[in-house]
């Protein structure tokens, strides 16, 4: 009798996608979603396990958060790419999009004061910046320390790969099969068009953003073009600059 792969043979067989070299104003119809720091990984889970990977390796995950994982989905089985964070404990952030600051002009910043604005060294830094923080992360969880896991996409549901459906469509199905609890969250996301939100996701000390394509598929383990990063805007006019 042929059977499927297991959670873990299927959790490595894919790999999170990384941001382009494009900049943000360049990605048509953006989705905008806060980096939440942590580990990058790809989980698979169903009524009875949940495992997660990081660069083709499991990662040991406190049992009080595989349990929290298995209770969440109402689907028979998932594949998601998310974060396992320490910044969604914090307050119940990251549970709904937060309220918008009052908006106000910007500060004219002189050009030689600007961060600079190339997007391939946004991504590179990006990825360095993840490389950097992990041991520490895998050391924490190691050790017992309390994490949650912010679903950012689904990749599979039920048997079939939704690496093809536009990523907004897999947005609201993720919305759909997870029951949300402290430890495990759906990651907020508003359009590029939503400057407010972005610049008060910069006064919550998020570091960057990721914009992608609302029609953009998925692509395991390669660099996506219709995928970017870039440091949170300080202002609304900043904003509109990115």
């Keep these: ?98 309220s918008a600051p009052v908006e106000r002009p910007s500060m004219i910043v002189p050009r030689a004061l600007r961060r600079k604005d190339d997007p391939w060294v946004r991504s590179q830094e990006h990825e360095r910046r993840a490389s950097a923080e992990a041991a520490t992360v895998l050391a924490a969880l190691a050790g017992g320390s309390r994490h949650a896991f912010v679903a950012t996409d689904l990749l599979w549901l039920d048997g079939m790969p939704l690496d093809d459906i536009p990523l907004l469509e897999r947005k609201r199905l993720l919305a759909s099969v997870i029951d949300e609890a402290e430890l495990v969250r759906v990651g907020a996301y508003v359009t590029a068009a939503s400057v407010a939100t972005h610049v008060t996701w910069s006064a919550m000390g998020f570091r960057e953003l990721h914009y992608r394509a609302a029609n953009s598929r998925y692509r395991a383990g390669e660099a996506n073009p219709d995928c970017a990063v870039a440091p949170p805007p300080a202002s609304i006019g900043a904003a509109t600059r990115a």
């Design 1 to 98: 009798m042929t059977t499927g792969p297991t959670l873990l043979e299927l959790a490595t067989a894919w790999q999170p996608q990384r941001p382009g070299d494009r900049r943000p104003r360049d990605i048509r119809d953006a989705l905008v979603e806060p980096d939440w720091e942590g580990l990058r990984v790809v989980a698979a889970v169903d009524e009875a396990e949940a495992v997660f990977v990081r660069e083709g390796e499991a990662v040991v995950v406190p049992d009080e958060l595989a349990a929290a994982m298995r209770g969440a989905f109402n689907a028979l089985g998932a594949l998601l790419e998310g974060q396992l964070t320490t910044r969604a404990l914090r307050s119940g952030e990251g549970v709904k999009v937060p």
